[in-house]
């Protein structure tokens, strides 16, 4: 049999490609357990997915446009324009917030057995990407109610969904490896979340006067970049568009580097 040589990772070093695609079946696992535990003995089931954001956008709606009457910009109904920027939102969220926790909650298994340890946070896209398949057809569904459909750039939501996937999961790895060693991290991820949740254009449009903080926040562009394939709104500057597609995967690369070097003591702290 062939003997395996297990080695600690070197400083500043990427993870190896070949030993994470060795255990993806330890991430599908992680990743279908999420989906599996999330609607069990649920009554609603799988309408929860479709239930939240629908409920939210409703809110965003009532707030934004019938009471701070905000122009979304685009000429459909304002209920579309926050229903998808929630898509994106809810992506982004869902991976960092079930990837921070990923590590302790199975503190056991890392602890005892040798596995690629970052295939723990990373399987928090599996379930995402279900619920994201889930929400996209109801989305469909209430653009069809409305008679407003999609254009030619619908084929560019791959693109933008991987890009979000490659962001969320950059700051999800960092935040799990954080968690492992500092419990405080728990009370800040969630509320630097929710600050982003109101600081970017999530349910309304971005705000003239605070326009140079939406350029520097990647997650407004993606967010309309969302709208742009989904909607067939306004193009994004080209700037927009090349930075959307380069800061997530710096971010990813660099994220996946520094949890490299935090997983040397996991076994010790978690």
């Not at 040589?5 to 255990?23: C, H, M, N, Q, Y």
């Not at 939210?56 to 709606?61: C, D, E, L, R």
């Amino acid at each position: 049999m062939p003997t395996t040589i297990i080695t600690p990772p070197r400083r500043f070093a990427l993870p190896k490609v070949s030993e994470l695609w060795d255990g993806r079946e330890v991430a599908y696992r992680f990743g279908a357990r999420d989906v599996t535990l999330r609607y069990r003995q649920t009554l609603l089931g799988v309408v929860w997915v479709i239930l939240q954001p629908l409920l939210t956008a409703a809110i965003f709606t009532l707030v934004f446009h019938n009471v701070a009457h905000l122009k979304s910009g685009y000429d459909g109904p304002y209920i579309l324009f926050a229903f998808v920027g929630l898509l994106g939102w809810n992506m982004f969220n869902g991976i960092i917030t079930r990837a921070q926790q990923s590590l302790v909650a199975n503190r056991d298994l890392v602890s005892k057995v040798f596995f690629p340890r970052m295939l723990v946070p990373l399987s928090a896209c599996y379930s995402n990407v279900v619920d994201f398949g889930v929400t996209t057809v109801f989305l469909f569904i209430l653009m069809a109610i409305y008679q407003k459909g999609p254009g030619i750039t619908l084929v560019l939501v791959p693109v933008w969904l991987l890009m979000i996937i490659l962001l969320a999961s950059g700051v999800g790895v960092v935040s799990a490896g954080l968690t492992v060693r500092y419990r405080d991290v728990n009370y800040f991820i969630p509320f630097m979340l929710q600050f982003l949740l109101f600081a970017s254009p999530v349910g309304y449009p971005p705000l003239a006067k605070y326009q140079l903080f939406y350029d520097i926040n990647p997650l407004t562009w993606l967010l309309n970049e969302f709208r742009w394939a989904f909607l067939n709104t306004a193009a994004p500057p080209l700037w927009q568009i090349l930075l959307s597609v380069t800061v997530p995967i710096v971010v990813f690369l660099v994220g996946t580097v520094l949890f490299e070097q935090m997983e040397r003591g996991f076994a010790d702290v978690i």
